[in-house]
Antibody
């Protein structure tokens, strides 16, 4: 399993970015996916979830209305469109794969993250 | 929204000792939806425990999870220097948002 994020960078407040996560080593279309972020020196914050078929999508309140999660199963890719960026959106953004076992469900696989810095 | 509160904030122990990390949920959650992650500096999080007590693939049996309802525990036996990390609990798969606790930093002296 490999998850590789890209698309991060320095952006001005109010700007936009599109993050991508390229998946390989598994059948991407069978798995629900998530974005999780971590501000510098801070803890983990769950951002968004998308089901395998894109039928179900959830967002954290802190990003609702500004972020849009999507996926392209034909391209084995997950995306996060982030608009109206604010300084407190500065973080490393991770994509993570959900897996379900007999006794529960969790984020079993993570990418290495892509850094988004919002600054003028 | 389910709030997870972890304690202590920082734990400093010696090699060979046992660490006990707490995660309290409000309101209560099914144990099926409680996971623990380890994160070392500069690295992505790694899943340790899911379903409150099931070890993820490749996780040594020094790591164990327990609990139900509102109180969950991660126990690390026979501490090794490489166990130095921040540990997070997360409620995932029940009702969004899929919140994390604020983390416990474990230092090995």
């Amino acid at each position: 399993v490999q998850l590789v994020e890209s698309g991060g960078g320095l952006v001005q407040p109010g700007g936009s970015l599109r993050l991508s996560c390229a998946a390989s080593g598994f059948t991407f279309s069978n798995y629900n996916m998530n974005w999780v972020r971590q501000a510098p020196g801070k803890g983990l914050e769950w951002v968004s979830y998308i089901s395998s078929t894109s039928n179900t999508i959830y967002y954290a309140d802190s990003v609702k209305g500004r972020f849009t999660i999507s996926r392209d199963n034909a391209k084995n890719s997950l995306y996060l469109q982030i608009n109206s960026l604010r300084a407190d959106d500065t973080a490393v953004y991770y994509c993570a794969r959900e897996s379900a076992g007999i006794f529960g469900v969790a984020l079993t696989d993570w990418g290495q993250g892509t850094l988004v810095t919002v600054s003028s | 929204e389910i709030v997870l509160t972890q304690s202590p904030g920082t734990l400093s122990l010696s090699p060979g000792e046992r660490a006990i990390l707490s995660c309290r949920a409000s309101p209560s959650i099914s144990s099926s939806y409680l996971a623990w992650y380890q994160q070392k500096p500069g690295q992505a999080p790694r899943l340790l425990i899911y379903g409150a007590s099931s070890r993820a693939t490749g996780i040594p049996d020094r790591f164990s999870g327990s609990g139900s309802g509102t109180d969950f525990t991660l126990t690390i036996s026979r501490l090794e220097p490489e166990d130095s990390a921040v540990y997070y609990c997360q409620q995932y798969g029940s009702s969004p948002p899929y919140t994390f606790g604020q983390g416990t930093k474990l230092e090995i002296k």
